[in-house]
């Protein structure tokens, strides 16, 4: 007898996981995938494919009822982003609005559907922003939000384990560590034209920290993992290769993966905090020479999971995307 489908609702799918989800989930022959987007001009599996539909926004006002008819599982990638350059009055209050009210909101509305599982993409950013050497973060330490993208997720966790409680809707929060793979943005893709540019980078220096990060391949994979497993249900997890780099490793390993010589400067770490505190961004030192570690033991013992892919081979994959796109 064959497996029954499982009826998906992907929320955030024109983002950089959600699609990647998307793609990876359609690949299964027992899965009936639903992608929520945020404007008509976001096609994810078509143009003239029902399975995409269109919700504008994410609040507390939100109307999901077209897009859970029928769904099983909901993966909630959607949500607003932590930001570099914040733009808005109110921070907290953005970040609650649509990373609190509007996933209550659609949570609420999946246990009235008869939604079975409802798993959130949440954040490393939960347990806090930067690890002792030696002291990964664990999924079920006590979580310390920095940050009002943190805190807000948390919040989002919070607010959907109470409603578990009494409801059949089972809750499963997987927490991803930094996200890489083909078609990356943001300072990962900057990183990379600055390796294959031949620009002399400062940070050859910085190699007794220590850096989590999760390739996209195993980031849906863990995903998948959590929709079906009957051990999953109520769990935290963190999301990570299982392998931890220092800064100057990492940048050694992309320019390889680019077939480019890494032009490390061994810049000493107290230079770098100096020149970060004079651009108003000290931050950014943290960042590039402390450590952020996330121990993925959980994912082992609780569903028998393992990375499906190496770090060298994702980089690998990522880099063969950059080129096509250069």
Not at 39 to 52: K, Y
Request: proline share 6%; aromatic share 4%; glycine share 8%.
């Amino acid at each position: 007898m064959s497996n029954p489908s499982i009826r998906v609702l992907v929320t955030g799918a024109s983002g950089f996981v959600g699609g990647a989800l998307c793609a990876h989930l359609r690949s299964h022959p027992n899965m009936r995938v639903r992608a929520a987007v945020r404007t008509a001009t976001h096609q994810v599996l078509g143009t003239d494919d029902p399975a995409q539909v269109l919700v504008s926004a994410l609040d507390a006002g939100t109307d999901w009822t077209d897009a859970l008819d029928g769904i099983d599982v909901v993966v909630h990638c959607a949500a607003r982003v932590h930001v570099m350059k914040e733009s808005v009055r109110d921070p907290m209050a953005e970040f609650r609005r649509v990373n609190v009210e509007g996933t209550l909101q659609l949570a609420r509305q999946a246990q009235a559907a008869g939604v079975k599982r409802f798993v959130l993409v949440s954040s490393i950013k939960v347990n806090g922003e930067s690890t002792l050497p030696g002291r990964p973060f664990l999924a079920d330490d006590l979580p310390h939000p920095a940050d009002p993208y943190g805190l807000s997720k948390l919040e989002a966790e919070q607010g959907l384990l109470r409603l578990a409680k009494d409801d059949a809707m089972e809750v499963v929060i997987v927490r991803p560590v930094l996200v890489y793979g083909p078609g990356v943005k943001a300072n990962f893709l900057a990183m990379m034209r600055w390796l294959d540019r031949g620009i002399p980078v400062p940070l050859g220096a910085i190699v007794h920290n220590r850096r989590s990060m999760v390739a996209i391949a195993n980031l849906v994979d863990l995903l998948t993992t959590c929709m079906v497993h009957p051990a999953a249900a109520g769990q935290v997890f963190l999301a990570a290769d299982g392998e931890d780099l220092s800064t100057t490793e990492l940048l050694r390993r992309v320019a390889k993966a680019l077939d480019r010589p890494a032009r490390l400067l061994p810049l000493p770490y107290t230079w770098l905090e100096a020149a970060a505190r004079m651009l108003g961004r000290p931050g950014v030192a943290q960042r590039l020479c402390g450590s952020l570690q996330a121990d993925i033991t959980k994912n082992r013992t609780v569903l028998g999971w393992s990375p499906t892919i190496s770090v060298d081979a994702a980089l690998a994959r990522t880099a063969a995307h950059y080129r096509r796109d250069t």
